[in-house]
């Protein structure tokens, strides 16, 4: 008796079937949206259709003519490269202490990872209250004989709160990725390098890092998005002031489309930030390539 054969057609329609419906959400939720962004930019931008008139390169123009623009970009790159490095090295040294460390380690681990799940507009608020003027930092401050600091309200401290909630805030998903990563390098290369007379930092050095080296970039490109699209601490906290000197690309776009309604600007803003993006993730995967 002739056994049936079942065939599943050309595997190249089957998996482009199966692909479909992901392909779709992704069209409509994300490559839809970006392709408005970036038609938006060349517009005037209005909440109706007549109101909106093409202006071609003119909202880029502005921006690039915005002293404004420059400061806010400058806020940004400074925001995003002094909370990533720490964000990877902090988790990166903390994971492998842990992963050494045999009491509390379950304790342990779940403290590090409770900011990872608490609300960020809490979390801001919480510490708003901790650094406003007459808050229990200052408190501490005072009791202590030193002269209170306006940290929110200064130019000069503002920012650096801002980097220092966002490490805290990033510091226990990242955690979490570097132990599962280090889970995964073999016992066998620590005997080894411990064979070879090679001390906790020369086995942390060469045989940690280098077997750390897919996760290092994920957790590199996770924490560069998380950075880029910080908004809620700035909302929350410091509402891009003092001075425009917490004022980031993210509450930047906010500000022109939702409180002045310049919906083209805000695009054409919100297009840059995408290439910046871009550019970063790009360099990080260029650095950690060599």
Known sequence: MAKAKIGLGNPTRVAWFFLAPALVMLSIFVLGPIVYLIYLSFTSGSFTRS????????????????????????????FSIATIIPSIIIPLILAAVLE???????????????????????????????????????????????????????????????????IWKQLGFNLVVFLAGLQAIPQSRYEAAKLDGANGFQQFRHVTVPGLYPTLVFVMVTTAMFTLRSFEQVYVMTGGGPLNSTNILVYFVYEQAFALFDFGYAAASATLLLLVALSLVTLQLQLTDE
Request: proline content about 6%.
């Open 100 to 166: 050494k460390a045999i009491a509390l380690k379950s304790l342990l681990r779940t403290a590090y990872f409770l900011p990872a799940i608490t609300s960020t507009v809490a979390v801001g608020l919480g510490w708003r209250w901790l650094f406003q003027t007459d808050g229990p930092i200052n408190s501490i401050l005072d009791s202590l004989g030193i002269t209170p600091i306006p940290w929110l309200g200064s130019a000069t401290w503002a920012m650096p709160i801002l980097i220092l909630l966002s």
């Open 51 to 78: 109101g909106s008139q093409w202006i071609g390169l003119a909202n880029y123009e502005r921006a690039i003519a915005s002293p404004e623009f420059w400061q806010v970009l400058g806020n940004t790159l400074y």
